[in-house]
């Protein structure tokens, strides 16, 4: 390629648009039969599979009759190729990430990649899926949906975690004509819909719902979705065309053909037409109704592309396509656009002709426009010498723009593009991307898509051009160079590794490591991990390696819990329990996250745990819980309905764990407390059972000891009251407080008041007149016990304290507290009949202290 | 009522975006199952929630139903989806498997995704698997870490994970205290060896990170916090950035943030000063009004006369929350923990201190209150006496249940109450030298920290000060001797390959604190802080020898009975609960 002749004569009109077939390559295969092969393109110019389409006759010329799948470039370079000994293939498909997706009958998906080496990553759709066989299926990039021959549909929407999904039962009665799939990413719910047409109607199948919809008069036995899931193309058996929008609400357009019988193929050609092939004759529909049909000579395969088709045939691969607008506006013949006339001024002056200027002038105020179009257009075009001469026009406009007219880098960056374009449409390359492609691509995914083809060196240069590290092209080429290198000893292949890697710091040793261990080099992966500086790396690897030990250091040594818990379990799955826990033992933050773990999941497990490292307060600190949780769920049981006295055997579950927790804490000097405490526990409770038993009342297991006393004493029980005191051996004075917030709380004033006429409490008085404030006693009752202080001052101040500001007033002059008295006259306010009584008080104190 | 939240873009560093990128992750997570769901969540989630998004936002994404975590099988739910949103902690996976197999039982055909907060793990996956219901959940996760709650403060509101500081870009200097600010600064330096990590220094909005372990200072949390926001929470309880208030019979909810531009001016105020702040605005406005009505102003007046009339129903709101705090503390029992508490922190008659807390518990007051001062006692004294030791122990099992064994052994264990030993306790020569008590403190005027705890500077507070002022930490090394855990002053820069590493820069001051521009200083505070500290940082920017503004953030926002309660054992607060209920 490397002319500069204008396109234009190549292109189709077809209504006021433009269609160019171009060819992208001849097909380097040979002998290949299109027409009887299994066909699987990946869209973006990806990889092109094949096998024997076992429904198709063809003449068994010896060898072996077991199909072979074959992977191939878009040139038609052989990649790779596989002998399928599986059972009946229902779908070929190819992945994002250019894996081969084999489905077969039963509904099992096996991964290939595109070099025909199969991966560890495979599943089943299923037992149902399995025992009735596949009738349809559609499969792409992120998900695959199969109609089984019982009329169920199944889909699976993300391969990293195949999760096959029913979806909602289309009630078919008969196999429908034809199926498609709306992907999720272009529905509106974010979720997967099927298109199945049945004799009369489409049926639109989601997780939830079938909704049908009559959309022609006559069964469609074609269908296509456009690329962006927008439209859907139906071709019917009365030979129209219909394009409606793909939520089956608003038809489009119709075109009526001659045809007597359905195309081969429906697709798509960009958004906004549509191409029917039959055997030797391919039909191009436009928007409104326009066409252009084309002859063909073999078989062909369309492969739809976000801005064109892909015609596959036998020999040659081509691009149908719109001709984007740029390219119309320079090269349609006649055209007068301010591209046209650019590129027409720098061929005038390559060819040192004065009208150069003339023409550049003519387009004086448009020309940012003009280099923009020669621009765009140099990246729209396919070849190399337009696309020279189109860059160099745009830079003789350039020349002439006022500053800041046009963006800054823009032919700079066009530049770079058609570099990394040019160099993936090399037929040994095979990647025959246009611009808008790699732009929807992203560079990144192109990157990632390069290095799965092995192309590193490339995959290299575009991942600096864009500034992206390069440790993930390294790491790449340092596992397929593992693998290819079987014939290398490891230190020596260890040695040519480091030495490409060292520069970079990002890599990721571990990842190549584990490559290494896969492909059964395990020397090599141990020395690989020596390079690596991250524990979460390292560790999963090195339990695979056996070396359990050093990845429960490592684990322990970064401090993430997680990482912990995957070397604690494998440890405690491969190892003896008593191996275990001595590995665990001197670990302490092994042993407290696995005690974690078994307190919440074996108890069992935790208590031999316990025992086995001799810490016996663990196994009663269990017994404790045990013991309380009984309790609770005894009273919760109470609290519900009838009040019932807790049997004896209720009883001895709760006191029976208590006792051994009381053994188990006094084993150890530390836990001696603990050890009374909880046996005092346990009585407290038989104690407890005892009342109820005496008393009748239900009302006593479960509560503390001073609650306990207080229920007695609300019984009016003394005689309980005074066994328990005595049995738990309650101080006097807490033994009155219990008494005196019994009566305050059940309001017995009473009882209080002959309480504390009977003797002066241990406690003193204060605790009773702060139990009459809080309870709502009535004033006198507090006056009256507050007359039974002696201390004049401290009684002042509580009749102060209550409002009975006279008697304050009184106790006050008594004491002779002069400051106390005016703290009252402050309280009160001098003005009212009560100030002024504090006043004379007042003045009386001061007279006679005079 | 929606919540009012919090600008968050008028901080330091631009903690809306936090939020909104949370509220889209919760977004995404509702919508990876199509048409009505059920949305599960953990009690301990749902709270903070609310901060992230409102209801009806849930709604337009489907969520018909929202319920609390149990193990009970679903009733008719009248959808097919079920999404779970809990923390990855293993009690969790269990109801959700046990949840899962009993709804599966009765027949019920559901869809169940769980998305584990912030991040799915092992363990949980381990859970399911054993429970045998891997094959039924899709398995998600929530990487949600910080939740703003404030302008200024981040709180993870969990116990563990400091890896979101690293979000946070490279910060040129970092300080910490204790065992496990030493294991986040490990975590950090081998972060910014990952791939992909911002290494290049002061590449982040943050000049200075101080890493405090709790354990460095657990006195500060036990004092009663005497600012107003912090008095809020130790006798209201915040939850989530609200209080209930009890008027009347009837509940109200207040949300306090700094979007009540009134609260944002008190908060930090010690109480003793919001009073009559409350009173002078009122009165304010009251004379704004009758002079507007007196002469005629300008229409630009009376629009700003009428700005300052919408802060009026703030203001009445407060002057009710500040009614009933006051109401409380000046009952006989806050008066007399506070005298305790001062007593105690003074060093003086510890007898009499244990004889007060023996009291309280025979007026039954509540036993976080009791546990405060005990351990207050502990840890200022180096142990409780020997004789009362035992005889609190017993009396605490006597009056609020022997279940309690298990709580004052897990307080042992944690080392907040242990039996004095002979030996000084440090704190005397911590008190002196970081001169913890201040005597005179102006409430209205202060003019150091120690006004938040009434004469108490907190420990914390008073490292992170030395922090920020000329000479740093280098005259802090006798000090350090006396806390726990191990410290460290590095710079957090990159070698001559460009490979990140620490330096040390002890004793020499820190760069940029001389600078004109003011520095950003974050504050983290693992396992906890006090809004009282919060606001002992807010009144430290303002000082005149302080040149930097504090971000706070945080494990957990913590008082001292919300610290205490993590020890109480979950069968015991079941069991307290239980009682509650009878």
């Known amino acids: 390629m490397g002319s500069t002749v204008s396109p234009a004569g190549s292109w189709d009109a077809c209504g006021d648009r433009f269609y160019s077939k171009h060819e992208l390559y001849k097909m380097a295969w040979t002998g290949v039969e299109l027409a009887s092969m299994r066909v699987s393109c990946a869209g973006y110019g990806g990889p092109i599979a094949m096998v024997r389409d076992d429904t198709k006759i063809v003449l068994v010329t010896g060898g072996s009759t077991r199909p072979v799948v074959k992977t191939f470039s878009c040139a038609g370079a052989l990649l790779g190729a596989f002998v399928w000994d599986g059972g009946r293939i229902a779908g070929l498909g190819w992945t994002l990430e250019e894996d081969l997706m084999l489905l077969e009958d039963t509904g099992q998906v096996f991964i290939y ?130 394009v409606w929008v793909s939520d089956l609400t608003k038809n489009l357009s119709e075109f009526t053909t001659q045809s007597e019988g359905p195309p081969d193929q429906l697709a798509w050609c960009g958004t906004d037409c549509v191409v029917m092939c039959w055997e030797d004759f391919m039909l191009m529909v436009g928007p409104y109704g326009d066409f252009n049909d084309y002859s063909i000579d073999s078989h062909a395969v369309l492969v739809p592309e976000i801005d064109g088709v892909r015609i596959v045939s036998n020999e040659t691969h081509e691009l149908l396509r719109r001709v984007p607008d740029c390219l119309v506006d320079v090269f349609r013949p006649g055209s007068t656009e301010p591209g046209a006339l650019l590129f027409h001024a720098r061929e005038l002056f390559d060819a040192h002709n004065a009208k150069a200027d003339e023409v550049l002038r003519s387009i004086a105020g448009s020309l940012p426009e003009g280099v923009a179009t020669c621009v765009d257009a140099a990246g729209a075009d396919f070849d190399s010498g337009r696309q020279t001469a189109l860059m160099k026009a745009a830079c003789y406009g350039v020349a002439f723009c006022p500053a800041g007219s046009l963006p800054p880098r823009r032919t700079l960056d066009m530049c770079r593009m058609l570099r990394v374009l040019n160099a993936l449409r090399q037929p040994s390359v095979g990647m025959p991307l246009t611009l808008p492609q790699l732009e929807a691509l992203t560079l990144e995914v192109l990157v990632a898509r390069l290095v799965n083809a092995r192309r590193h060196l490339l995959a290299l240069r575009i991942a600096s051009m864009i500034g ?379 007279q006679t202290t005079r | 009522m929606a919540t009012p939240l919090p600008n968050f873009d008028e901080g330091s560093v631009p903690l809306a975006q936090i939020r909104d990128e949370a509220r889209k992750l919760l977004i995404d997570a509702l919508d990876s199952r199509r048409g009505k769901k059920v949305l599960v969540l953990d009690p301990k989630i749902s709270g903070f929630l609310g901060m992230l998004a409102e209801v009806p936002l849930l709604k337009e994404h489907g969520v018909e139903q929202l319920l609390h975590l149990g193990s009970e099988p679903f009733g008719d739910l009248g959808c097919r989806s079920v999404i779970y949103l809990v923390r990855s902690r293993i009690e969790n996976a269990q109801l959700i498997a046990q949840q899962v197999k009993a709804s599966n039982r009765q027949g019920a055909q559901l869809e169940y995704s769980v998305f584990f907060l912030p991040r799915r793990t092992i363990v949980c996956e381990k859970v399911f698997e054993e429970e045998g219901v891997t094959g039924d959940v899709i398995i998600g996760e929530y990487p949600l870490d910080f939740i703003p709650f404030d302008y200024d403060v981040l709180s993870l509101e969990q116990d563990t994970a400091c890896k979101e500081l690293a979000h946070l870009g490279t910060i040129p200097a970092v300080k910490g205290k204790g065992t496990a600010a030493a294991a986040v600064l490990d975590m950090l330096s081998r972060m910014r060896k990952e791939p992909g990590a911002d290494a290049g220094p002061g590449s982040g909005a943050i000049d200075m990170l101080v890493l405090l372990d709790r354990e460095v200072d657990c006195v500060t949390p036990l004092c009663t916090q005497l600012t107003y926001e912090g008095l809020a929470d130790e006798v209201l309880r915040i939850r989530n950035g609200c209080v209930q208030l009890d008027q009347g019979g009837s509940k109200t909810r207040i949300v306090l943030n700094s979007a009540d531009r009134v609260f944002r001016d008190l908060r930090d105020l010690s109480f003793a000063a919001v009073g009559p702040q409350l009173g002078a605005r009122a009165k304010m406005l ?181 922090a920020v002022k000329a000479g740093g930490w280098g005259a802090l090394e006798e000090v350090f001797k006396l806390l726990p855990g191990p410290h460290f002053d590095v710079v957090q820069t990159t070698d001559e390959n460009g490979m990140p590493v620490e330096r040390s820069t002890r004793n020499k001051p820190v760069p940029g604190l001389d600078s004109k521009k003011r520095l950003v200083v974050l504050v983290m505070f693992i396992g906890g802080v006090t809004f009282a500290e919060i606001a002992a940082l807010r009144f430290l920017s303002t000082q005149p020898n302080v040149n930097c503004d504090f971000v706070v953030a945080t494990t957990k926002l913590i008082n001292g009975s919300t610290l205490l309660e993590s020890f109480v054992d979950e069968t015991v607060q079941q069991a307290m609960k239980q009682a509650k209920l009878e």
């Open chain 1, 468 to 846: 992206m590290g390069p440790e993930k092209v390294l790491a790449h080429w340092a596992c397929a160079k593992i693998s290819a290198a079987a014939e290398i000893p490891d230190d020596a292949l260890r040695d040519l590794l480091a030495e490409k890697l060292a520069g970079c710091s990002a890599i990721r040793y571990a990842l190549i490591a584990a490559h290494a261990q896969a492909v059964g080099r395990v020397g090599l992966a141990a020395m690989l991990l020596e390079f690596e500086s991250r524990a979460a790396e390292q560790v999963p690897l090195l339990l695979s390696l056996g070396e359990e030990e050093r990845a429960l250091a490592k684990a322990l040594a970064c401090g993430d819990t997680d990482l912990a818990y995957l070397v604690l379990f494998a440890l405690y799955r491969k190892r003896p329990l008593p191996d275990f826990l001595a590995t665990i033992q001197a670990k302490p933050l092994a042993r407290s996250l696995f005690v974690a773990y078994c307190s919440r999941k074996e108890p069992e497990l935790l208590e031999q745990i316990y025992m086995a490292m001799g810490v016996p307060e663990g196994v009663a600190q269990m017994r404790m819980r045990q013991a309380i949780v009984r309790s609770t769920s005894a009273s919760h049981s109470r609290s519900g309905g009838r009040a019932e006295q807790v049997t004896a055997v209720g009883l001895a579950e709760m006191t029976k764990p208590l006792e051994q927790a009381a053994d188990l804490y006094g084993q150890t000097k530390d836990h001696t407390f603990q050890s009374k405490a909880a046996a005092e526990f346990a009585r407290l409770r038989r104690c407890q059972g005892e009342l109820e038993a005496e008393t009748g009342h239900a009302c006593f297991v479960g509560l503390s000891l001073a609650a306990t006393l207080r229920q007695c004493l609300r019984l009016g029980n003394q005689r309980a009251a005074a066994r328990v005191r005595n049995e738990f051996r309650v101080s006097d004075k807490r033994f009155c407080w219990i008494k005196m917030r019994t009566m305050a709380t059940s309001k017995d004033w009473d009882a209080m008041e002959a309480f504390v006429k009977e003797k002066k409490p241990s406690i003193g008085y204060e605790p009773f007149i702060a139990a009459c404030k809080a309870n709502g006693a009535p004033a006198t009752v507090t006056a009256r016990i507050i007359a039974r202080i002696s201390d004049s001052k401290r009684k002042a101040e509580e009749y102060a304290a209550i409002g009975m500001y006279q008697e304050a007033a009184e106790t006050a002059a008594l004491s002779r507290d002069s400051e106390l008295l005016s703290r009252i006259q402050n309280m009160v306010g001098t003005a009212s009949p009560l100030g002024v009584a504090v006043t004379q008080i007042k003045d009386r104190l001061s």
């Open chain 1, 113 to 242: 990649n595109m070099h025909g080496q199969k991966q560890p990553r495979q599943f089943s759709l299923g037992k149902e899926v399995q025992q009735d066989g596949i009738l349809e299926c559609c499969l792409w990039g992120d998900g695959l949906v199969v109609l089984t021959t019982g009329f169920a549909l199944w889909a699976v929407t993300n391969l990293e975690e195949p999760r096959p999904q029913k979806l909602a039962s289309p009630a078919l009665m008969q196999r429908p004509h034809c199926m498609a799939v709306i992907e999720p990413r272009h529905t509106l719910s974010g979720h997967v819909e099927v298109l199945l047409a049945t004799e009369t109607s489409i049926i639109v199948v989601d997780a939830d719902a079938a909704n049908e919809h009559a959309v022609a008069s006559s069964p469609v036995l074609r269908m296509a979705v456009a690329p962006d899931g927008q439209f859907v193309a139906l071709f019917t058996a009365d030979g129209r065309l219909l």
């Open chain 2, 286 to 466: 009251q004379s704004d009004y009758k002079d507007t009505k007196a002469a005629e102003r300008s229409l630009s007046e009376l629009k700003e006369f009428a700005a300052q009339l919408k802060t009026l129903p703030h203001i009445t709101r407060h002057i009710n929350l500040a009614e009933q705090i006051s109401r409380q503390i000046g009952a006989q029992n806050f008066r007399d923990r506070v005298t305790v508490e001062q007593a105690v922190l003074d060093g003086h008659g510890t007898d009499a201190s244990c004889e007060a807390i023996e009291e309280m518990m025979y007026g039954e007051e509540e036993l976080m209150g009791v546990l405060r001062l005990m351990c207050l006692i502990s840890l200022t004294q180096g142990g409780v006496p020997k004789k009362q030791f035992d005889a609190l122990r017993k009396e605490v099992l006597h009056t609020y249940g022997h279940e309690h064994i298990l709580t004052l052994t897990s307080l042992q264990d944690a080392g907040l109450l242990r039996r004095q030993e002979g030996g000084k306790s440090s704190f005397g020569a911590l008190k002196r030298a970081l001169k913890l008590l201040v005597d005179d403190i102006d409430d209205k005027n202060p003019t150091d920290v120690a006004y938040t705890f009434s004469g108490y500077a907190p420990i914390s507070i008073r490292l992170v000060e030395a």
